[in-house]
T-cell receptor, first 108, second 114 residues
Framework: GIQVEQSPPDLILQEGANSTLRCNFSDSVNNLQWFHQNPWGQLINLFY???GTKQNGRLSATTVATERYSLLYISSSQTTDSGVYFCAAPGGSEKLVFGKGTKLTVNP | EPEVTQTPSHQVTQMGQEVILRCVPISNHLYFYWYRQILGQKVEFLVSFYNNEISEKSEIFDDQFSVERPDGSNFTLKIRSTKLEDSAMYFCASSLPGLYTEAFFGQGTRLTVV
C-alpha cells in the first residue's frame, strides 16, 4: 500500500517565523489532505489539495502529484498554530493513509 | 458550515465493558469511516461503511468491533469487550460518494479503558 512520510518530525519556531512542512508519498495520488491536530486532539481539515496550490489566510499548500510530494507553508506563525500537522492520501480505496505527522511548537 | 459531530467527547470505561461511540455525519454524505489514534501515534483506518454495509476494514477491526447506522443520521462504533489497548482517540469521518473526495472528520472521542 501507499507510504506517506512527513518531515521534519518536530519543528520549534519563534512567533512570527515562517515554516515549510513536507509530505512525500510513494504512489501517485488523486487526493491529498492536510490536517491540524490541536492540543485538545481535534483534527481540523486544512486543505484538500490533489494538485496545484491553495491558500487560506496565513496557510498555503502545494501538491506536485507527478513528483509525489506536498508542502504546507505557514507564514507569520502564531502560538495557536502549535500542534501536530498530518497529511493523508488515499490507500487504494476510499480510506486515507496518514503520515506520522510534524509536531509544531510556536513559542511566544 | 456542515460538520461531523461525535459524542461523547471523552469516555472512561472499565475493562471488559461494552462501549458505543456515536457520530452524526454530514447529512448528504454517503461514505462513513472510523479511524483510531493511540496516544502519540498516527491516525489509523479502522472501517469504512457505504450503502448500509462495511466496504472495507483493517486488521485492527476484529470481531470485538462492529458498526451500525441505526437510523438516517447516526453512525455508531461498538466495542464489545474493551481492553486496555483500546484506549485511544476515535475519529468518525464522512465523505461524498466517489473515490478521492474530501473526508471530513469529527472532533473525536477520547476513550480511556481502566
Amino acid at each position: 500500500g501507499i507510504q506517506v512520510e512527513q518531515s521534519p518530525p518536530d519543528l520549534i519556531l519563534q512567533e512570527g517565523a515562517n515554516s515549510t512542512l513536507r509530505c512525500n508519498f510513494s504512489d501517485s495520488v488523486n487526493n491529498l489532505q492536510w490536517f491540524h491536530q490541536n492540543p485538545w486532539g481535534q483534527l481540523i481539515n486544512l486543505f484538500y489539495i490533489p494538485s496545484g496550490t491553495k491558500q487560506n489566510g496565513r496557510l498555503s499548500a502545494t501538491t506536485v502529484a507527478t513528483e509525489r510530494y506536498s508542502l504546507l507553508y505557514i507564514s507569520s506563525s502564531q502560538t495557536t498554530d502549535s500542534g501536530v500537522y498530518f497529511c493523508a492520501a488515499p490507500g487504494g480505496s476510499e480510506k486515507l493513509v496518514f503520515g506520522k505527522g510534524t509536531k509544531l511548537t510556536v513559542n511566544p | 458550515e456542515p460538520e461531523v459531530t461525535q459524542t461523547p467527547s471523552h469516555q472512561v470505561t472499565q475493562m471488559g465493558q461494552e462501549v458505543i461511540l456515536r457520530c452524526v455525519p454530514i447529512s448528504n454524505h454517503l461514505y462513513f469511516y472510523w479511524y483510531r489514534q493511540i496516544l502519540g501515534q498516527k491516525v489509523e483506518f479502522l472501517v469504512s461503511f457505504y450503502n448500509n454495509e462495511i466496504s472495507e476494514k483493517s486488521e485492527i477491526f476484529d470481531d470485538q468491533f462492529s458498526v451500525e447506522r441505526p437510523d438516517g443520521s447516526n453512525f455508531t462504533l461498538k466495542i464489545r469487550s474493551t481492553k486496555l489497548e483500546d484506549s485511544a482517540m476515535y475519529f468518525c469521518a464522512s465523505s461524498l460518494p466517489g473515490l478521492y473526495t474530501e473526508a471530513f472528520f469529527g472532533q473525536g472521542t477520547r476513550l480511556t479503558v481502566v
